[in-house]
T-cell receptor, first 115, second 108 residues
Framework: NAGVMQNPRHLVRRRGQEARLRCSPM?????VYWYRQLPEEGLKFMVY????????ESGMPKERFSAEFPKEGPSILRIQQVVRGDSAAYFC?????????????FGEGSRLTVL | QKEVEQNSGPLSVPEGAIASLNCTYS??????FFWYRQYSGKSPELIMF????GDKEDGRFTAQLNKASQYVSLLIRDSQPSDSATYLC????????FGAGTRLTVKP
């Protein structure tokens, strides 16, 4: 039973390029979270999605960032016109339901470096 | 705003001692509480969860929850060097929010 799969594991982009990070949740999980983690810091909530719905995007910067979780395929976190400050580890986590007692299962993270 | 606050750390304890990690949260509607451990360069992994007021023990780990005080803690007994990591408190009130983490170092 595969866990949460994130790719790419490492991504290097130049300033102004686009970064696309993908997350396939665990089988049977319909809820996905994205978090950003800067070096030596905690996990900062970005967005919470259900299939075809954004539940909460209050942690997402208003510009350049978007996320989706289509009916088929992985969840995508898209960063347009990247800047150096976007360099971070981006973690995806999934849960089976919106049940507030549920734990999250994390992927290995995607590490973005902006040159 | 859903805030989760943790001791800034770093916390250093000698091997065999008790490590105490604390966390407070702002949303009174929070229903479930989690402690994750994260080794450097790795993804977080769940250590314990607690839903009800009181203590919950699992091996060397004890989670304590006080909903009236909006406080949750993690005690690690007989700390080992392998416990050295960052410990993240997480609170679920409809979505999961994390604290900034407390870095624990257990010295041999």
């Amino acid at each position: 039973n595969a866990g949460v799969m994130q790719n790419p594991r490492h991504l290097v982009r130049r300033r102004g390029q686009e970064a696309r990070l993908r997350c396939s949740p665990m089988k049977g999980h319909s809820h996905v979270y994205w978090y950003r983690q800067l070096p030596e810091e905690g996990l900062k909530f970005m967005v919470y999605l259900q299939k075809e719905n954004i539940i909460d995007e209050s942690g997402m910067p208003k510009e350049r960032f978007s996320a989706e979780f289509p009916k088929e395929g992985p969840s995508i976190l898209r960063i347009q016109q990247v800047v150096r400050g976007d360099s971070a580890a981006y973690f995806c986590a999934s849960s089976p339901t919106q049940d507030s007692t549920g734990e999250l299962f994390f992927g290995e993270g995607s590490r973005l470096t902006v040159l | 705003q859903k805030e989760v606050e943790q001791n800034s750390g770093p916390l250093s304890v000698p091997e065999g001692a008790i490590a105490s990690l604390n966390c407070t949260y702002s949303d009174r509607g929070s229903q479930s509480f989690f402690w994750y451990r994260q080794y450097s360069g790795k993804s977080p992994e769940l250590i314990m969860f607690i839903y009800s007021n009181g203590d919950k023990e699992d091996g060397r780990f004890t989670a304590q929850l006080n909903k009236a005080s909006q406080y949750v803690s993690l005690l690690i007994r007989d700390s080992q060097p392998s416990d050295s990591a960052t410990y993240l408190c997480a609170v679920n009130a409809g979505d999961m929010r994390f604290g900034a983490g407390t870095r624990l170092t257990v010295k041999p």
